[in-house]
């Protein structure tokens, strides 16, 4: 198929139904998360009061939301590195479509687990706060310039109801996950006419999937392509600070996520 560039090192002997039999056996064997498609770019607008993106926020119980964020990422690691058609790709895209998908594949599994949580408002440290401890270590100024903007909470929270309220299967996290996890758009990729291909098998497949079990809801499919558009929306750099950062300081998560995909 034209889908294959000349210049990729991947097998091109892939046929339609790889990622749906790949993803759907590796879900059904172990607990995993999900992964979103690349549907028609619908404008999601999550407007809020212009002072929720200067109130910051923070978890009300970081170590056990921490702990429930840390096992899903574990999950979906785990996840991606059993999709045969993922395995095949050369190093480095497998290595760029992990930093570029974490964050929203995390998401999607704390949906699909159900996993809520709670914040509460931090304070900003006052003027006089601020000249009184300027001379403080770096280390310790961090502290007080905790939290993450508000705005950017409330877009994961409304996912996560967004996801809750359509009641999303299995099968279709499943279908999701691959979606999101062969992301053409990714600069730098040596394969992207192929994994836009794997994409494009995943979106088919919910498509189909959908129209099977949910014959009496034509829009499902829409609603969850909406459902993913607010989900691109959401930063990396605010899933770090709001689910790890709280625990772990301000690690490198790309280092973090690499030594979490190879480790044993």
């Not at 999900?34 to 929720?52: D, E, K, T, Y």
């Not at 919910?206 to 959401?234: C, P, Q, T, W």
């Amino acid at each position: 198929m034209a889908y294959f560039d000349s210049g990729c090192h991947c097998s091109s002997e892939r046929r339609q139904n790889s990622i749906l039999y790949s993803i759907l056996k590796n879900d059904s064997q172990s607990a995993q998360l999900g992964n979103q498609p690349r549907a028609p770019r619908l404008a999601v607008s999550m407007r809020a009061c212009a002072c929720g993106s200067k109130r910051k926020v923070s978890l009300r119980s970081p170590q056990t939301t921490c702990k429930a964020a840390s096992a899903v990422l574990v999950k979906t690691l785990k996840f991606v590195k059993n999709v045969p058609c993922f395995r095949e790709l050369p190093a480095d895209d497998q290595h760029t479509l992990v930093r570029s998908g974490w964050a929203p594949l995390l998401v999607l599994g704390m949906a699909q687990d159900r996993i809520d949580f709670e914040t509460s408002e931090t304070q900003e440290p006052s003027m006089l706060q601020r000249i009184l401890t300027s001379g403080q270590d770096k280390q310790d100024n961090q502290s007080h310039n905790g939290g993450v903007a508000l705005t950017d909470v409330q877009g994961i929270k409304m996912f996560l109801r967004k996801c809750w309220g359509l009641d999303i299967s299995t099968k279709e996290y499943a279908y999701l996950k691959g979606a999101i996890l062969f992301n053409p758009d990714v600069a730098g990729l040596q394969c992207q006419h192929y994994i836009q291909a794997l994409q494009s098998e995943a979106n088919q497949a919910l498509n189909e999937y959908v129209k099977m079990i949910h014959r009496g809801d034509s829009a499902r499919f829409a609603k969850l392509f909406l459902a993913l558009s607010m989900l691109r929306s959401i930063n990396a750099n605010v899933v770090a600070g709001l689910f790890f950062k709280p625990v772990i300081g301000a690690v490198n998560m790309e280092e973090l996520l690499l030594e979490m995909f190879y480790g044993k």
